[in-house]
């Protein structure tokens, strides 16, 4: 809430660009696991997606419907969610309101160094979300990493930091937060802060980049097709 209100500002000019990054596991699994974490926040800052782009690749060729498999096959440390492919995912989204933004699925060496993270590229600055064991906004003056005047990263202060790595028996501030405006919500017969249809969005910009790869194509969302791409 701070970075978006921190865009609303101005503070790094006009947002034009995003980048989303996982945590370095293999791409099918971040993909399910984690990515709907970081298209949710694209989504809830530059709003509904007009177009998608997506590619999938294994082992240096373009993969195709034969090398889908259970995730849990692909990842047998992690969580059952579903069926995927590919060693490397890129998907490329156009927003409504003319910004653009781009998630990177790639397996690494060193997955344990490695955490969610949304970058915001502004014309005058830049912004990034960056989840380790607890939250952290970070900012730099420069909008490119080439500018001679670029100064590094800062933390950018903040009221509270959220940590996601407290226990699951532990309400941390924001998931309390957000518990409470849900249940407000109901009784105010208004939409929340977090939806349904935010999950739904942001599954679709997820599972998207299979169906985009499939076809070969830019697809428009909603997507005409909503079944899962290796059904």
């Known amino acids: 809430r701070r970075a ?40 809830w800052l530059a709003g509904p997606v007009a177009w998608m782009m ?28 579903g069926v995927g492919a590919g060693d490397y995912l890129h998907g490329y989204y156009k927003f ?35 989840q380790d064991g607890g939250g952290r906004l970070l900012f730099n003056g420069s909008p490119l990493d080439n500018s001679r005047m670029n100064p590094g990263w800062e933390i950018e202060p903040l009221k509270t930091l959220w940590n996601p790595g407290k226990g699951l028996g532990e309400l941390i501030p924001a998931t309390g937060a957000l518990l409470q405006d849900f249940i407000q919500a109901i009784q105010e017969c208004r939409k929340p802060q977090v939806s349904g249809e935010d999950g739904r969005a942001a599954l679709e910009m997820g599972l998207g980049i299979y169906t985009s790869h499939l076809a070969g194509k830019r697809l428009p969302i909603p997507l005409a097709n909503r079944k899962h791409p290796f059904e």
């Open 54 to 81: 997506g590619h999938v690749q294994q082992e240096g060729r373009d993969a195709t419907k034969k090398d889908a498999k259970p995730v849990s096959d692909i990842h047998p440390r992690g969580r059952a969610c």
């Open 96 to 130: 409504a309101s003319g910004i653009c933004g781009s998630l990177y699925l790639a397996q690494l060496e060193s997955q344990g160094d490695n955490f969610m993270s949304v970058e915001l590229r502004g014309t005058r600055a830049r912004l990034r979300i960056y």
């Open 4 to 43: 978006k209100a921190l865009v609303q500002e101005g503070a790094i000019g006009n947002l034009q660009f995003m980048e989303a990054y996982c945590k370095g596991r293999p791409p099918a699994y971040d993909l399910m696991e984690v990515a709907g974490h970081t298209l949710h926040l694209m989504y």
